[in-house]
C-alpha cells in the first residue's frame, strides 16, 4: 500500500473509545480499527488495518489542536477528593478536517484521540503541524482582507465576524482586515501600499469586488515589474500574491465557478488549505491605453443594458437583475457591430465540446500557448459584421445561482481562450428560449440558428452606430425600399462593472493569476469519508 519510509508516525490511539491505529503519512493520515495477527509459524504480525479505515490528505486538515478531556483515571481521583483539580497534561488531540456535506458544500470536522500519556500527545501534534507547515502545501500565513459592506445583502462585515474569522484563527492565519469605504478603495490601497509581507489577498464581496482586486494586482505587478501594459502585444508579469473571494455579492460567479457553491465557510475552506487555480485574464485595451482586465464576463448589448438598470435598482439586492433583464427583454434593442476574431487552431476545443472543467483538469493542464508570438500579425483572423441582441465574451464557466451550468459550460478557468457567444436579431420569444436554456442543467443553450459560439483567444470589437440605409426586400413594383438604421449603442458590462468605451481589443492571458479555490470537484468521483486508498481526494495527490 505505502512505502514504510513515508510513515512519519504509528501509534495506537484511543477513537470512540475503541483502539485505532493510527498512521501519519507524508501525504495523509490514516485512522482504523486495526487487527494483529499471527503468522504461520505463530509469531505475531505488525498491527493492521480491516478493510475500512478512514484517510484524510494533510492539505484537508485545517488543524491540529490539544483537547482538553477529563480521563477516567482523573475523574475518579476528582471523585474521591471531592474536588476538581485540572490536570496540566493534555493526553487528547482534535484533527479539524474538511468535510463535504454535498452540493459541494465544506465544512469542518473534528475527530478526537486520546493518546497513552502527554508526551505522546505532543508528539503527535508536533509532527501533524510540521506536515502542515510544509511550504509544499503553500498554506497561508498572512492576508490582506477587505470587507464590502454595501455588496449583496449588506451582510459583508457580519459574516466576516461570525464565520470566516474563528476559521483563520483556527488555522493560524493572521489577516489584516479593511472594511471599504468607498469604491475603489481596494484597488487603490493595493497600488499604493506595501504588500511584501502578505501572501494573498482577499475579499468579502461580490464580482464587482472581487474586479477591484484583479485589477489592483495586475496594474501593481506591472508596475513594480517595469512593464507597459497598456501595450498588447506585451508579454505580461504573473503575480506573486494569489487571489480569493468570500462570496458577499449578488452573483458571485467568480466564488461559485472555482468552489462550486456561494457558500463563505466553503471558500473560507478553500482558502485555508491553500490550493490554487490558474486562471485566465483578459486585457481590454483601446489604442494605446489598457482599460481593464476581466476573469469571467465581458458582454455588450443586452448584458450591458440590464447593468446599467440595475445600478438604479441596488436597493433591491441581488433581484434587480431579474427585474432589469425583464424591462430590457420587454423592450428589445438590436445592435451592430463588426467582429474580428482569432479563433483557437485546435477543433477539438470549442464552446459546445461537452468538456467540463474540473479540479485537475486535464485540458488546462494539457493546452500549449505559444507566448511572445505576434497575435496581431496572423492571417487567420476572421470577421463577423452584423444585427445582434446580445454579445458576450466567457472566459471562465460563469456559474451562478441563476446558472448552475454556466453561461458557458464548456468553457475552462485556463485554457488560454474566451468564448464569444453571439446572439443574432431574433425575435423576443427566440431570445427568450435562449435565456431560458441558460438556465437549465440539461439543455444545450447554443441549440439555436441565431446563436453563434467561437472560442477565441483574441478579438477585436467596433461597434457600428451610425444611422445608415439598409435595404429591403423588393416591393411588388420590383423596386428597392430602403430604410434609415436605428441602431443603438450599448455599454459593456466587464465583470459586474460598467465599462463606457465602445470599441476595445481583448487579449487573453493564459493563467495569469493564481486564485485560492481547488476548483470543482467532480462529485461522481468523490467517496464518502471513508477510503480504501481510492478516494478522489487521496488518489489526486499520489
Ligand atoms: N464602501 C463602499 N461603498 C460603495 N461602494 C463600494 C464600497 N466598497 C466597494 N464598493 C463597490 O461596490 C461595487 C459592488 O460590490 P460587490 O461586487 O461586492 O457587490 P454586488 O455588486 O452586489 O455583487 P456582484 O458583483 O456579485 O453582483 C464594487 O464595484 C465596489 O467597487
Known amino acids: 500500500m505505502e512505502a514504510a519510509d513515508n510513515v512519519l508516525l504509528k501509534t495506537v490511539l484511543i477513537h470512540n473509545k475503541k483502539n485505532c491505529l493510527v498512521t501519519l503519512f507524508s501525504t495523509h493520515i490514516c485512522w482504523g480499527l486495526m487487527s494483529c495477527g499471527a503468522d504461520a509459524i505463530g509469531q505475531y504480525l505488525e498491527p493492521f488495518y480491516y478493510q475500512r479505515h478512514e484517510s484524510v490528505p494533510i492539505q484537508e486538515i485545517i488543524a491540529i489542536t490539544p483537547e482538553k478531556i477529563q480521563h477516567a483515571q482523573e475523574k475518579k481521583q476528582n471523585a474521591s477528593l471531592g474536588i476538581e483539580l485540572i490536570s496540566l497534561e493534555t493526553r487528547s488531540f482534535c484533527l479539524h478536517v474538511v468535510k463535504r456535506v454535498g452540493g459541494h458544500r465544506w465544512r469542518v470536522r473534528k475527530v478526537i484521540f486520546d493518546c497513552p500519556d502527554g508526551q505522546a500527545c505532543g508528539d503527535w501534534i508536533d509532527a501533524v503541524q510540521s506536515r502542515l507547515n510544509s511550504k509544499e502545501y503553500g498554506r497561508p500565513k498572512h492576508l490582506l482582507t477587505f470587507i464590502n459592506p454595501f455588496g449583496g445583502k449588506r451582510k459583508a462585515v457580519k459574516i466576516y465576524e461570525e464565520k470566516i474569522e474563528p476559521l483563520f484563527y483556527l488555522a493560524g492565519i493572521a489577516s489584516e482586515v479593511i472594511v471599504t469605504e468607498r469604491a475603489n478603495h481596494a484597488h487603490d490601497y493595493i497600488l499604493e501600499e506595501d504588500l511584501r509581507h502578505y501572501d494573498g489577498i482577499i475579499c468579502v464581496g461580490g464580482d464587482g469586488m472581487f474586479a ?68 485566465d485574464v483578459c486585457s481590454i485595451h483601446q489604442e494605446n491605453q489598457i482599460l481593464r482586465y476581466c476573469v469571467s464576463m465581458l458582454a455588450y448589448g443586452y448584458f450591458g443594458d440590464v447593468l446599467i438598470d440595475s445600478e438604479k435598482h441596488r436597493w433591491m439586492g441581488p433581484k434587480r437583475y431579474d427585474w432589469s433583464g425583464f424591462k430590457r427583454w420587454c423592450k428589445k434593442f438590436v445592435y451592430e457591430a463588426e ?4 479563433e483557437c487552431p485546435d477543433t477539438r476545443h470549442h464552446p459546445r465540446d461537452g468538456s467540463r472543467c474540473f479540479a485537475g483538469c486535464e485540458i488546462c493542464n494539457s493546452i500549449q500557448h505559444s507566448e511572445g508570438e505576434s497575435l496581431y500579425s496572423d492571417d487567420k483572423w476572421q470577421t463577423f459584421q452584423g444585427r445582434f441582441i446580445s454579445f458576450q465574451s466567457i472566459t471562465m464557466p460563469c456559474r451562478c445561482d441563476l446558472s448552475p451550468n454556466g453561461v458557458s459550460p464548456s468553457q475552462h478557468l485556463s485554457n488560454g481562450y474566451t468564448d464569444l457567444i453571439i446572439a443574432k436579431e431574433c425575435s423576443q420569444v427566440d431570445f427568450l428560449r435562449h435565456m431560458w436554456r441558460v438556465k437549465s442543467k440539461t439543455t444545450d443553450q447554443f441549440d439555436f440558428d441565431f446563436v453563434e459560439v467561437h472560442r ?87
Open 212 to 279: 477591484e482586486l484583479l485589477n489592483g494586482l495586475l496594474r501593481r505587478t506591472q508596475q513594480d515589474a517595469g512593464i507597459h501594459d497598456a501595450n498588447q502585444e506585451t508579454k505580461l508579469v504573473n503575480p506573486r500574491l494569489k487571489l480569493g473571494v468570500i462570496p458577499g455579492g449578488s452573483t458571485d460567479a467568480v466564488v461559485y465557478t472555482t468552489c462550486g457553491i456561494n457558500d463563505p465557510v466553503t471558500s473560507a475552506l478553500h482558502i485555508i488549505i491553500g490550493e490554487t487555480v490558474g486562471v
Open 339 to 342: 467582429i474580428s476574431y482569432l
Open 456 to 542: 477565441v483567444k483574441a478579438f477585436k470589437f467596433r461597434p457600428i452606430l451610425e444611422d445608415g440605409e439598409d435595404e429591403e426586400n423588393d416591393d411588388s413594383n420590383g423596386r428597392q425600399r430602403l430604410r434609415t438604421r436605428q441602431l443603438r449603442a450599448s455599454s459593456w458590462n466587464c465583470d459586474g462593472e460598467v465599462l463606457t468605451e465602445g470599441f476595445i481589443d481583448v487579449k487573453v492571458h493564459h493563467q495569469l493569476i493564481k486564485l485560492f479555490a481547488r476548483n470543482i470537484e467532480d462529485e461522481r468521483q468523490l467517496k464518502t469519508d471513508f477510503c480504501e486508498t481510492s478516494c478522489y481526494s487521496c488518489s489526486a495527490r499520489r
